[in-house]
RNA sequence: UGGGGUGUCGCCAAGCGGUAAGGCAUCAGACUUUGACUCUGACAUUCGUAGGUUCAAAUCCUGCCACCCCAGCCA
């Protein structure tokens, strides 16, 4: 790749892509950007890695260069092929691309040499010291650490004991190979880290062939200098690290030096997020799994029905700061309903219906005509049949109507959508004093589309039960959230955590328009009543259930007194 | 307590010495075949705090305060 010219540097948008550019200009840069995205595959992808997926192939995109997607398998006792298989398809469902895949273990046998290297410059030593003495030595924040005695090892005793540890001659944790640097620094990840452990476990993907394996911080800064990564971008958490990751770079004897920049990360309120507190809740059953709806997986997210560059736009708007971020949800949920409301099939459906008898209406029934996607002039459009009994919601009609109420209630009119305006002129109840049934009038000349103006305040959708569908349709709380004080819903308290597990809400009584083509791919506008997807795991072709995507924004809210 | 980082509207977030962008939320109004969408208007004399430098500071200096991260042979 030709070197990067500065007047290719391009117009910054957030402080990573200001650092890139003062790279550029200060001539740092041989060749063009390069970038990776190094998920360890233990877990499945969460809304907070959307920051750094977007960060990494994006600001790559952006110049031009490349990101590679890399495992950072370096730890087998916590990773799985399950969720290495699960990471490339949620990146793609995200619509990004990667240049190449790679894994922290091509590089072993690099990673090795160069350890090797240290010894023999007397930058690293073979410790005896156990775990837990490793730990004593080391001091704490405020006191400085003491020198292992084994620090001074020869160079020809470390290379014959790191090889013998490669060998497998000795146990899981009685040694390790440690960086010299400075036991007395007050960064704690100074204070001779340990460099390689012994391990003897089946991994994933490279079996029993290696007995030690390099910890993160060598293997990292030595994977992005072999792969030619000239920006690694991660989180704030490993700011404390960027002088080790230095260290090694600079003592690596690899020609191409990148950078390490580290960026916030993205929280969502009252959502629990962190690989393992999603883990915990999977584990011990208190969701359905790792895409139930109420997480913030990209799984489950997807199969609650939000289309990925909901995701992007929200990532995108958030920004990248090195504050800590933690957006509201309804920030989240304008940009997924944003993206809805040009993408969602608007279909009727009445969740909770009550039954409505136009008194006037002779005919048998006649069609009429809807819009699809009416954000959209070229819009197909479908045929439903009007009639004289139908379905309305339940919460159209009040008996005694708040003030400002606009839907149904004995003297209103409201325009059902799409037919004609009726006029409410009575209703029947039940014996438990529920209302069983709304009367009204239809005016004749008022049909949509007729181009008579009729000015009414409310507009309510309907059904026709002959030719509508019983589905079901689940709602859910804001994601999973934090119960509030006072809440009486079931709770499951998980370390400091506190989580709600009665956020479903489970309609089995509700309709759809029959003759619409539902598919797992299309989204739906069910009115007034939200966005709504077709669950793509639940639901056969006899029994469709319809997960809750978001609500739509603002609805009648009844003067608070 | 040592080190590192961060503090700008209810929530995100620009700004980098020249007199506070934008988005979400909220409120008011218009429009409407969804109380949606769209549109229009309102919304920080003030940038954690106290001083200092300067003609001029959110931006520079000093001292405080608050929050986050680090003592894995995890990443």
């Known amino acids: 790749m030709a070197d990067i010219k500065k007047a290719e540097v391009i117009e910054a948008t957030n402080f990573i892509e200001n650092e890139i550019n003062k790279d550029i200009l200060a001539g740092k840069i041989h060749g063009g950007i390069q970038t990776r995205h190094p998920p360890e595959p233990s877990g499945y992808l969460h809304i907070g890695h959307v920051r750094n997926i977007v960060l990494n192939y994006g600001t790559a995109l952006k110049y031009g260069g490349i990101c590679n997607l890399r495992y950072d398998d370096t730890n087998p006792l916590k990773e ?41 410059e007397g930058k690293a030593y073979v410790c005896d010291l156990s775990p837990e003495e490793v730990s004593q030595y080391r001091g704490t924040l405020t006191e400085p650490g003491k020198n292992s005695p084994y620090r001074d090892r020869s160079v020809e005793e470390n290379l014959d004991l790191f090889e013998r540890m490669k ?32 391990q003897y476990l089946d991994h994933q993907r490279i079996g029993r062939s290696w007995n030690v394996y390099p910890t993160y911080d060598f293997s990292h800064p030595l994977d992005d200098c072999l792969e030619g990564v000239t920006h690694s971008i991660c989180g704030l958490e490993f700011e404390d690290h960027r ?65 990925p560059e909901s995701l992007i736009d929200f990532v995108v708007a958030a920004g990248f700061a090195k504050t800590t971020t933690i957006c509201e949800q309804s920030m989240l949920e304008y940009f997924i309903r944003n993206t809805l409301n040009q993408k969602a099939k608007r279909v009727m459906a009445v969740l909770d219906p009550i039954k409505l008898v136009i008194t006037n209406y002779e005919g048998e029934g006649e069609e009429i005509l809807l819009e699809d996607y009416p954000q959209n002039e070229e819009t197909t459009k479908r045929k ?13 009609f009040e008996v005694t109507p708040p003030p400002k109420y606009h839907r149904l209630y004995v003297g209103n009119t409201v325009r059902l959508k799409g037919a004609y305006v009726v006029k409410c002129t009575g209703y029947d109840l039940n014996e438990d004093g529920s209302v069983k049934c709304v009367y009204a009038e239809y005016d004749k000349n008022t049909k949509s589309g007729s181009g008579v103006e009729v000015k009414v305040k409310g507009t309510i959708h309907w059904l026709n039960e002959k030719y509508a569908t019983k589905c079901e349709v689940r709602t859910f709380g ?62 056969k072709p006899d029994a469709l259930v319809f997960n809750q995507v978001v609500g739509l924004k603002g609805s009648y809210k009844p003067e608070v007194k």
């Not at 990146?91 to 046998?109: H, M, P, R, S």
């Not at 440690?178 to 704690?188: C, E, H, L, V």
């Not at 959230?481 to 955590?497: C, F, I, K, Q, Y």
């Not at 479903?504 to 966005?531: C, H």
């Open 478 to 539: 804001n994601l999973l959230a934090d119960s509030e004080a006072g809440s009486t819903n079931e709770r499951a308290e998980l370390g400091e955590v506190v989580y709600n597990t009665n956020s479903v809400d489970i309609n089995k009584n509700a309709y759809v328009e029959s003759d619409v083509d539902f598919t797992m791919e299309d989204r739906y506008q069910f009115m007034r009543n939200g966005y709504y997807a077709l669950d793509c795991v639940d639901s």
């Open 80 to 120: 799985k092929q399950e969720f290495v298989d699960a990471l490339q398809e949620d990146v793609l469902w995200l619509g990004y691309k990667w240049n190449e895949i790679k894994y922290a273990t091509d590089y072993f046998q690099e990673n090795y040499e160069i350890a090797v290297k240290l010894i023999k």
């Open 384 to 396: 439903y049949v009007f009639g004289k009994e139908l379905l309305i919601e339940r919460s159209d």
């Open 167 to 198: 060998n497998g001659e000795f146990e899981q944790g009685s040694r390790c190979l440690r960086a010299k640097i400075d036991m007395a620094s007050p960064n704690m990840n100074m204070r001779d880290p340990v460099i390689y452990r012994i």
């Open 243 to 307: 002088p080790l990751y230095n260290w090694v770079v600079e003592n690596s004897g690899l020609e191409n030096h990148s950078r390490q920049i580290e960026y916030s990360n993205l929280m969502i309120r009252n959502t629990v997020s962190g690989k393992r507190n999603i883990k915990k809740l999977v584990e011990e059953g208190i969701v359905w799994g790792w895409d139930d709806p109420r997480l913030i997986t990209l799984k489950a997210l997807r199969r609650r029905g939000v289309l």
